[in-house]
């Protein structure tokens, strides 16, 4: 099973202020393979990025994704209030056909002075 | 826009089995092909549960396989979910997902509310 490991684990910043966010997996994944999720309180997780930095429909362009091989970032450019939540990485291994398996990061929060 | 609505029992007695279904509006089960489940537990965060194919092929996760069956009712429009042998540990809310349908590209663009399950006599 590939391991996700995201840091930190809290991230307290103030508005406008840029946040970077990492995840690294123990092996080596395809970017196309790397999604990243930010999740509210009594919410279910929402799609930011897709194939590492591909943004979802809707997703505020102060959002970027990057990275290759272990080491993907997410970054949030100016944050703003509604930013407050907590944000997992996920990849993909395998194949439809031969032991597919998805793994999550434990996750970063946000927080917003 | 495609919506996700699970729904089931809330409590389980250990030992017994969970049953989950998805009903699917906006879109249908075709049109994404691979629908997944996904749990959230205080213990270990998101935890893939397996995909299922619209046309009821299913892979499961290694650590729960023993246990899950996935099925889907394309003249209903849903996704179906049972864990057998339910402990403790399995106490979590369960998302039914939807897999971005992009040649290539793998995560999950559209997520249910969730549906809390205790495990618990």
């Known amino acids: 099973e590939v391991v996700l490991t995201q840091s930190p684990g809290t991230l307290s910043l103030s508005p406008g202020e840029r946040a970077t966010l990492s995840c690294r997996t123990s092996q080596s994944t395809r970017s196309d393979y790397i999604a990243w999720y930010q999740q509210k309180p009594g919410q279910a997780p929402r799609l930011l990025m897709h194939g590492a930095s591909n943004r979802a429909p809707g997703i505020p362009d102060r959002f970027s994704g990057s990275g290759s091989g272990t080491d993907f970032t997410l970054t949030i450019s100016r944050l703003e209030p509604e930013d407050s939540a907590v944000y997992f990485c996920?990849?993909?291994?395998?194949?439809?056909?031969?032991?597919?398996?998805?793994?999550f990061g434990q996750g970063t929060k946000v927080e917003i002075k | 826009q495609v919506q996700l609505q699970e729904s089931g029992p809330g409590l389980v007695q250990p030992s017994g089995t969970l049953s989950l279904t998805c009903d699917v509006s906006?879109?249908?089960?075709?049109?994404?092909?691979?629908w997944s489940w996904v749990r959230r537990s205080p213990g270990k965060g998101l935890e893939w549960i397996g995909e299922?194919?619209?046309?009821?092929?299913?892979n499961y996760n290694p650590s729960l396989m023993s246990r899950v069956i996935m099925s889907t009712e394309k003249s209903e429009n849903r996704i179906s979910l049972q864990l057998t042998s339910v402990t403790a540990a399995d106490t979590a809310i369960y998302y039914c997902?939807?897999?971005?349908?992009?040649?290539?590209?793998?995560?999950?663009?559209?997520w249910g509310q969730g549906s809390l399950v205790t495990v618990s006599s």
């Open positions: 906006g879109d249908s089960i075709n049109s994404a092909f691979w």
């Open positions: 996920q990849q993909y291994s395998g194949s439809p056909r031969n032991s597919p398996q998805y793994t």
């Open positions: 299922v194919y619209v046309g009821g092929t299913a």
């Open positions: 997902v939807r897999h971005i349908p992009i040649n290539g590209q793998r995560g999950f663009d559209f």
